[in-house]
Nanobody, 124 residues
């Protein structure tokens, strides 16, 4: 069974850090573009970051540039999103997703397999 599972969310104070994990079972993440998306209550889903499958090209939303880092770990068949200097506006459910595109884009419609999401809450 093909499955993506996110983990690592939680409650953190402003300025804190979290590392989200996206682990795959039943297939190899190396062959896919991986995207991280988030959706806050009452807001549309937005792309946060993505990483391409072959050249490792990375992209970030302007709102997280310099604070978030996406990393692929082939040995663990996982992709991580390191989130530093977290702000209350980063509060959302975070999802990882896979796309067969050779170059990643932060457009949800091109991603066809999604995890269940993990909640990130940034609050004092």
């Amino acid at each position: 069974q093909l499955q993506l599972v996110e983990s690592g969310g939680g409650l953190v104070q402003p300025g804190g850090s979290l590392r989200l994990s996206c682990a795959a079972s039943g297939f190899t993440l190396d062959y896919y573009a991986i995207g991280w998306f988030r959706q806050a209550p009452g807001k549309e889903r937005e792309g946060v970051s993505c990483i391409s499958p072959h050249d490792g090209m990375k992209d970030y939303a302007d709102s997280v540039q310099g604070r978030f880092t996406i990393v692929r770990d082939s040995a663990k068949n996982s992709v991580y999103l390191q989130m530093n200097s977290l702000k209350p506006e980063d509060t959302a459910v975070y999802y990882c997703a896979t796309s067969s595109r050779s170059m990643c884009v932060m457009i949800g419609e091109v991603y066809d397999q999604w995890g269940q999401g993990t909640q990130v809450t940034v609050s004092s």
